[in-house]
């Protein structure tokens, strides 16, 4: 059996969002709003029902225009909070209702923060920014606002986070061949001790990163080695060559055995993410498309166009029944996918 969405996805409706594109869309849980930002130094807050923007602030405000871009952003468990990484280092949580106003600020890195994770109780906040040669993942008590935790990954570039359901291991990801770049390495919390390592994951890197609801399973994306060339808007490489990684993998987290390849997408895969259920994996392209695929059997089962740029994030509601992708092209659009159903 695999699955299908109940009905065909369908468009709900599109709107330009950021001037510099859109680099990261979150619903909060009560998926009512979502939450998006970009290179433009604005977190924006858009009514999930209309697409209508209800709040808007500069994250950076305080800063010169240097500091540009909030490359991570996510609400917290409990819907009260907004983080937000940026360039000059710190993390800002602002109070989601209020918007502008700011409840607290963490300095965790001084070359910047590139992704960022709420821990499922939202007793802790883990953030890293750039390295080149290994990443600290910091650990807050956000009830004290004190480190808690230092993990030194051994991995470099741009890495991803995520944490395991129940709170009690931390995955993380680089996208950089060297230095371990191409690995997933699991962590266990609070003590920040390594767990195991996933070696060789994807072929140049693991793009990003996120746990099943079950904990069982971690899938990671890959990205094409024509990205890490130095070339401008290299030719993207053909599907069956051997520098071509715009793949899924779904991993067994206890074993760490690969278990599943999606394989669909003509270039890098910028974000995934999984559905509530477990059911359903969202995956977004530099091949501007977002596509849908049955996490049980890895088909392919819905392709979603009209980006007219790199999908940059893609996120799925809490109740599984829409799908937000963001893009280069400036827009965010709101996808009606339903539940799924056997076939």
């Not at 917290?76 to 949580?93: E, L, Q, Y």
């Not at 991803?160 to 230095?179: Q, R, Y």
């Not at 992708?325 to 709101?334: A, C, F, M, R, V």
Request: net charge positive; proline share 7%.
């Amino acid at each position: 059996m695999w699955l299908l969405p109940a009905q065909e996805p369908q468009l709900r409706t599109s709107f330009t969002a950021h001037a510099k594109g859109v680099g990261r869309v979150v619903f909060s849980p009560d998926g009512k709003t979502l939450a998006s930002a970009n290179g433009d130094r604005a977190i924006k807050l858009w009514e999930v029902a209309t697409g209508k923007l209800t709040m808007s602030w500069d994250a950076m405000e305080e800063l010169p225009p240097k500091f540009s871009g909030v490359p991570c952003l996510a609400f917290s468990p409990d819907g009260k909070s907004i983080a937000a990484g940026s360039a000059d280092g710190a993390v800002r949580i602002w109070d989601a209702a209020e918007g502008k106003k700011k409840i607290a600020t963490l300095k965790p890195n001084p070359d910047g923060v590139i992704a960022l994770a709420y821990k499922p109780d939202g007793k802790m906040l883990a953030a890293v920014g750039p390295s080149t040669t290994s990443a600290t993942v910091l650990l807050w008590d956000l009830a004290t606002g004190i480190v808690i935790q230092k993990i030194e990954t051994r991995q470099s570039g741009l890495p991803c986070i995520a944490f395991g359901p129940d709170g009690k291991t931390l995955a993380s990801a680089s996208i950089v061949i060297p230095a371990g770049g191409n690995s997933i390495k699991l962590w266990e919390i609070p003590t920040g001790n390594h767990i195991a390592t996933i070696p060789d994951a994807q072929k140049f890197g693991v793009k990003c990163i996120a746990f099943a609801p079950d904990g069982k399973t971690l899938a990671s994306s890959g990205i094409d080695f024509s990205e890490t060339k130095p070339a401008k808007n290299p030719p993207p490489p053909k599907l069956d060559s051997q520098w071509h990684d715009g793949e899924i993998k779904l991993w067994n987290v206890m074993t760490l055995k690969h278990t599943a390849t999606f394989k669909g997408h003509t270039q890098t895969v910028n974000s995934i993410a999984i559905s509530p259920d477990g059911k359903l994996l969202a995956s977004g392209s530099k091949d501007k498309t977002v596509k849908l695929w049955d996490m049980a059997t890895g088909t392919c089962i819905a392709t979603l166009s009209g980006h007219t740029e790199a999908v940059l994030t893609v996120a799925i509601s809490p109740d599984g029944k829409m799908l937000a992708s963001g893009s280069g092209d400036k827009t965010i659009k709101l996808w009606d996918v339903g539940p799924a159903k056997g076939k």
